[in-house]
């Protein structure tokens, strides 16, 4: 491994944070485009049922895919730390470990497509119009799940290499191929909900494909190679083994509450009708582009802090966290402003829907607020996956959901308006969750092993 062997730290300084933080920037606004033009693909066509099939399919798979999201968020945090200690063998193994996992993660979900459709959609509030456009949605996204979970593998041992450059070009491919894949299925074959689907599916394909070609570039030799050079018996260390599935066991854990959380939300929109179902989905376009942004931040730092946890250098630790929050904070409060002035007329271009035009107005400031309330999750989400601290953001996740849906049901006298409340609440739930935990991180930064908490209990 030329490059991604080194083991000097980068420099840490503003410029070298924003310097690696911009192509995640980039990358990262690229994927709320691609739902972006997914709802205006839909949404130009007039056809709010179609919309809202889109909204309720695209949180279902959001649902079951990010399940899995432990494969970009452990494989972060665990390749920096195998960086900064200098162990060059594992930070491939990593990749071979968590590669082979999505594949056959993905294969499973594939196989099991129908019955977790059909259970979702029962579980969920939408007509039955609406849930037939999701159906034809997920039946499409599901063709890209074995590439997809693969392609999250890819991704966070790029990040955790600092490797955000070709972080960058994967994500830039992938967003390109899915929107130009989508348009050409929905306006130029008339293939529906179901075209949006297959065109992000075909996409996840190319991503993969190249995601290999990437992963070759940093190695310095392709995949068949590294998996030649890497002996058996580091692949099935049982440590590293049972640290690998202790890491991703509690950030599936925080996952599947997330989610959750999410879902819940567009459910409460779908109980009140396709309208605010589908004024909801054009808003959480406005919240995905702002986390995805702010998570541009939270990705440097958990390389950063990952990196510094694995050569046990507290002061970088503490400086990291220190740079990153303040382009983070200064970053959430251009979006607001944004959000503010120009969502109208984003609005306007998502959806032809006067009802839906006009609901999505009303609520817009929730939209517009998040990005600043918001902030502090995500990156204490980012200090905690950088150090590897899996309990802390387990219980953060789990605690945070139970607290927001009983918010959310409290609130439910008054439609839309206690529906937004909930879930602006609901990152500052998250937020001091793991703040709680933070003093405590600290205090066992000198005096414990990166893998002493993650360990099997």
Excluded at 251 to 257: C, Q
Excluded at 350 to 361: S, W
Excluded at 365 to 376: E, N, S
């Amino acid at each position: 491994m030329p490059e991604a062997s080194a083991t000097t730290p980068a420099p840490l300084t503003r410029r070298s944070i924003f310097a690696q933080a911009w192509p995640i920037m980039l990358g990262q606004a690229s994927i709320p485009l691609v739902g972006i033009v997914d709802t205006a693909v839909i949404g130009r066509t007039g056809d709010a049922v179609a919309l809202a099939g889109v909204a309720l399919g695209a949180t279902i798979i959001t649902l079951v895919f990010w399940t899995f999201g432990f494969l970009r968020m452990g494989m972060t945090g665990l390749t920096a730390q195998a960086q900064g200690s200098g162990d060059r063998s594992e930070v491939e193994a990593l990749l071979l470990r968590a590669l082979a996992l999505g594949l056959g993660l993905g294969l499973l979900l594939l196989a099991l497509s129908w019955p977790i459709r059909e259970a979702a959609l029962a579980i969920m509030s939408g007509t039955p119009e609406v849930d037939g456009e999701a159906a034809g949605y997920m039946q499409g996204r599901f063709f890209g799940a074995p590439a997809a979970l693969a392609v999250y593998a890819i991704n966070g041992w790029l990040l955790g290499l600092g490797r955000t450059r070709e972080a960058l070009a994967l994500q830039i491919v992938m967003n390109l191929a899915n929107m130009g894949l989508d348009i050409w299925f929905v306006w130029g074959m008339g293939l529906g909900a179901y075209g949006v689907g297959l065109g992000t599916a075909c996409a996840e394909g190319i991503a993969l494909a190249l995601g290999l070609l990437l992963v070759g570039r940093v190695a310095g030799a392709n995949v068949l190679a590294v998996i030649a050079r890497t002996p058996l018996v580091l692949l099935a260390d049982r440590e590293k083994l049972a640290r690998l599935f202790a890491v991703n066991r509690d950030i599936m854990i925080r996952t599947v509450a997330l989610l959750i959380l999410f879902t819940w939300f567009a459910n409460a929109g779908a109980r009140l009708g396709a309208t605010t179902l589908a004024a909801n989905h054009v808003l959480l376009q406005f919240v995905s582009f702002a986390a995805f942004i702010l998570d541009a931040f939270a990705f440097t730092a958990e390389e950063r802090i990952g990196s510094a946890v694995g050569q046990r250098d507290r002061p970088r630790f503490l400086r990291a966290i220190r740079l990153t929050t303040e382009f983070s904070l200064a970053s959430g409060a251009l979006l607001a402003l944004a959000f503010m002035l120009l969502g109208g007329p984003v609005i306007d271009l998502l959806t032809t829907d006067p009802d839906v035009r006009q609901t999505a107005r009303t609520f817009l400031p929730f939209a517009a607020l998040i990005p600043l309330v918001g902030m502090p999750s995500w990156m204490l989400d980012g200090v905690f996956i950088g150090a590897t601290r899996g309990t802390a953001l387990r219980n953060a996740g789990v605690a945070s959901t139970v607290l927001y849906i009983a918010l959310d049901l409290g609130l439910r006298p008054f439609d839309n308006l206690g529906v937004w409340l909930a879930m602006t609440a609901s990152y500052l739930l998250r937020a001091g969750g793991l703040a709680v935990y933070f003093p405590q991180l600290l205090r066992e930064f000198d005096t414990r092993r990166p893998e002493d908490e993650s360990r099997p209990t």
